[in-house]
C-alpha cells in the first residue's frame, strides 16, 4: 500500500536505483529529499510534494572534517548504524579538494556536504553546522574516530526513555592502527546514572574530570542547546579548551538531566597529527577553565564550600604550580589562591586575571597559525 495516493513506491524505486541501493523508505526520501531534488513521486510527474510537510530526521550527526586520512571510516561507521533515522551533515574546514572527493564517493541520501564559510577559525566548523542541523537529537562525530553499529539506537533508545537532555556512552581509547588502549567507562557494567546539577559540579567540576568525554561521545536535544546562546561559553566568554564541559554545566545549570551508559558506543582516534595535550598552545587554557567553572557553578549554587575549597586547593598545587614555569599566566591565580569576596567568587580581581590569561593564550594561538 501506498503511504499517500499520489506516491508510486515502485515507479520511485525503479527510477532512482540509488534509492532502493541506499535501502532508504521510498517516501521518507521523497520528503526529506527527493522533492528538493526534483525528483518525480509517480509516472504521471505529479508534483505534491508542496502539500505534505518535511519531515525532519530523529538524529542530525555533525560532522566537522579537515584531515583525510581516517575520514572514510569515519563515514562508514555512521552509515552502518543500526539506527537509521539520521542525517549526516559534514563541514569541511580543510584547504583543497581532497576532502570533497573523499566525500563526493559517497552517496547516500542522508549526506549533506558543506564547506565552512569561516575555514580554519578555531571551533566556527562545529557551530556553524548547529545551524544546519534539523534533527530532534544532535550527534557530533569527529574525522578521525568511528562508532560501533549500535552506538546511535542505544543512545536515542535512553534520551527518550529518560526524557535526558544529554546522554553519554563508554568509549574506547584507539591507537593509529585501531587497535583498543584504553576502555574509558565511568558508569557500571549494564547500569546507567543521572547528574543533575549538583552532582555534576560535584563529579566533573569538583574533580577536574570529564568523564563524560567529548561532545563526539554524546547526544544531546537540539532544542536544549537553543536554550543557550552560545553553549560552549561561560557567561559570554567562549571556552578555549574546555567547551565540552561548557556544554555539560550549561545544560544542567539550566534544570537538564545528563544520563551515563555502560555500553561502548566508539573510539577516540589517539595519533600523530594531533598535538599532545601539553604542546598545545591553548593547554594552559585546560587548567584555568577548570576555576572559571569552579567559581561560576559555585556562584550558581550549585556547590558549596565543602567541594570548592579542597578543589581550588588541588587544582593551585597540583596544577597551577606544576605548570607555572610554561605558563607564566597561571601565576595570578596562583596568587589570587581562589579567594572570593562578598560571597562570590567571579571577583573582579579574577576576571582580570582570567582576561588576560586568555590573551595570552590566543596570542600563543596566533603565533602557531
Not at 561521545?217 to 567547551?243: C, H, K, W, Y
Request: proline fraction near 5%; aromatic fraction near 12%; hydrophobic fraction near 40%.
Amino acid at each position: 500500500m501506498s503511504p499517500h495516493p499520489d506516491f508510486d513506491v515502485r515507479f520511485y524505486l525503479d527510477a532512482n536505483p540509488d534509492v532502493a541501493a541506499s535501502g532508504s523508505e521510498p517516501f521518507y526520501h521523497f520528503l526529506r529529499f527527493g522533492r528538493e531534488e526534483g525528483r518525480r513521486p509517480n509516472e504521471r510527474g505529479e508534483k505534491f510534494g508542496n502539500r505534505v510537510k518535511r519531515v525532519p530526521p530523529t538524529v542530525s550527526v555533525l560532522l566537522p572534517a579537515y584531515r583525510p586520512n581516517y575520514l572514510d571510516l569515519a563515514i562508514s561507521s555512521i552509515l552502518a548504524q543500526t539506527f537509521t533515522d539520521f542525517e549526516l551533515i559534514i563541514g569541511d574546514d580543510s584547504i583543497g579538494d581532497t576532502l570533497a572527493s573523499i566525500i563526493s564517493k559517497w552517496q547516500d541520501p542522508r549526506i549533506t556536504y558543506r564547506n565552512n564559510p569561516n575555514r580554519q577559525v578555531p571551533a566556527s566548523n562545529g557551530r556553524f553546522l548547529l545551524t544546519e542541523a534539523n534533527g530532534k537529537y544532535v550527534r557530533f562525530a569527529h574525522d578521525d574516530d568511528f562508532m560501533l553499529p549500535t552506538s546511535l539506537e542505544r543512545l536515542v533508545e535512553a534520551a527518550d526513555r529518560e526524557k535526558a537532555a544529554v546522554v553519554y556512552q563508554a568509549r574506547y581509547d584507539v591507537d593509529e592502527m585501531g587497535i583498543v588502549t584504553e576502555a574509558r567507562i565511568a558508569v557500571p557494567l549494564g547500569g546507567e546514572t543521572r547528574m543533575d546539577a549538583r552532582r555534576f559540579f560535584t563529579n566533573v567540576v569538583g574533580a577536574s574530570r570529564n568523564f563524560i568525554g567529548e561532545p563526539n561521545n554524546i547526544l544531546i536535544s537540539r532544542d536544549a542547546m537553543n536554550t543557550v546562546e552560545d553553549p560552549f561559553a561561560i557567561e559570554g566568554r567562549p571556552m578555549q579548551f574546555l567547551g565540552d564541559v561548557a556544554l555539560y554545566a550549561n545544560m544542567v545549570d539550566r534544570g537538564f538531566e545528563i544520563v551515563g551508559l555502560s555500553y561502548f558506543g566508539g573510539a577516540f582516534r589517539h595519533h600523530q597529527a594531533q598535538f599532545s595535550n601539553s604542546d598545545g598552545p591553548s593547554y594552559s587554557a585546560g587548567l584555568f577553565e577548570w576555576e572559571y567553572l569552579l567559581r561560576w557553578g559555585a556562584d550558581r549554587g550549585h556547590l558549596g564550600d565543602d567541594t570548592y575549597l579542597p578543589a581550588i586547593a588541588r587544582i593551585v598545587h597540583e596544577m597551577y604550580r606544576a605548570w607555572v614555569h610554561r605558563f607564566p599566566e597561571l601565576q595570578r591565580f596562583i596568587d589570587l589562591a581562589g579567594r572570593g569576596e562578598g560571597g562570590k567568587y567571579l571577583t573582579a580581581a579574577y576576571v582580570e586575571a582570567l582576561e588576560e590569561a586568555r590573551a595570552a593564550v590566543n596570542a600563543r594561538t596566533k603565533s602557531d597559525v
